[in-house]
């Protein structure tokens, strides 16, 4: 049974950092891309960014670029999404995905078929 789990959320203030995980179990997805999406409440999901399988190529939201860095262990079959300069807006439920036939760096939510339970972040004023 595949299994991805989050860990690392809470509350912070504004300007602050977390570092979110999510860990697979199941199988592995060394040559698939994974992601970080979220979603507030009342609002869609939406896409944080993404890493290929190999790790070499990203992509992200434009509303993180430059504070958000996502990368990934594939012998730990781990991917973390590093968190800094924190806002309110970022304020959400995070969730990590896999997409088992794609490689590239998608940001289409339809394209991910494994998800974990989420992670609460909460950026405070």
């Known amino acids: 049974q595949v299994q991805l789990v989050e860990s690392g959320g809470g509350l912070v203030q504004a300007g602050g950092s977390l570092r979110l995980s999510c860990a697979a179990s199941g199988r592995t997805f060394s040559s698939n891309a994974m992601g970080w999406f979220r979603q507030a409440p009342g609002k869609e999901r939406e896409f944080v960014a993404a890493?290929?399988?190999?790790?070499?190529?990203?992509n992200y939201a434009d509303s993180v670029k430059g504070r958000f860095t996502i990368s990934r262990d594939n012998a730990k079959n781990t991917v973390l999404l590093q968190m800094n300069s924190l806002k309110p807006d970022d304020t959400a439920v995070y969730y990590c995905a896999a997409a088992s036939r794609v490689a590239r760096p998608t940001g289409r939510v339809r394209e991910y078929d494994y998800w974990g339970q989420g992670t609460q972040v909460t950026v405070s004023s």
């Open positions: 890493i290929s399988g190999s790790g070499g190529s990203t």
